[in-house]
């Protein structure tokens, strides 16, 4: 029996459990870069924003990630590490949350204002108009990971989406992708 290679090569690629991280339509977008992941902070314990006296420079006084907002940070580290995709920056807000994400995620971070919360403080057109400049500025064949807030998020696109969940946002702002990561 004579095997077209071909054809049993296209069949092995076309199955899912063999294919790998090549055929994904998510990774090969982040390949190809001009891009951000635009990432909420993982599960937080319950409530809505932080302690009326919180302070950015003591996690203790925020809303912090739960144990499964853990896990679920170290599963969006290992589906990046799986599909071995390496963002050019990890960027984060400054609550802890976030940073914990990021470092659970990717083992890095680089603290960003323009990624801080601004619940309830109104406003945001600053940040938000930072973002957007610097959305331009991220090369073809290079994606950023940005780790923060529903709030941000929100503005920058006008998604909504839950802790854990990311959203590859193009050069222009426009949103192409929506994940969780694993």
Known sequence: MCINRRLFTGALLATPWLAGAQTEPLATRLRAGACVVLLRHAQA???????????????STQRNLSDEGREQAGRIGQWFTSR????RAVRSSAWCRCKDTA??????????????????????????????????????????????HQVNMTALTG???TMGEGLVVD???KMVAR????
């Not at 314990?45 to 996690?59: A, K, S």
């Not at 323009?114 to 991220?138: E, H, K, P, V």
């Open 159 to 161: 998604e909504g989406m």
């Open 45 to 59: 314990v319950p409530g809505i924003g932080d302690p009326p006296d919180f302070r950015l420079d003591q996690c």
């Open 84 to 87: 071995d995709l390496q963002p």
């Open 179 to 182: 994940s969780t990561f694993g």
């Open 103 to 148: 470092d659970l995620a990717f083992g890095k971070h680089q603290v960003w204002p323009a990624l801080n919360s601004f619940f309830g403080a109104g406003g945001g057109d600053t940040q938000t108009a930072q973002l957007r400049a610097a959305l331009g500025r991220i090369p073809a064949g290079h994606f950023e990971v940005w780790v923060t």
């Open 171 to 173: 050069a222009k702002g």
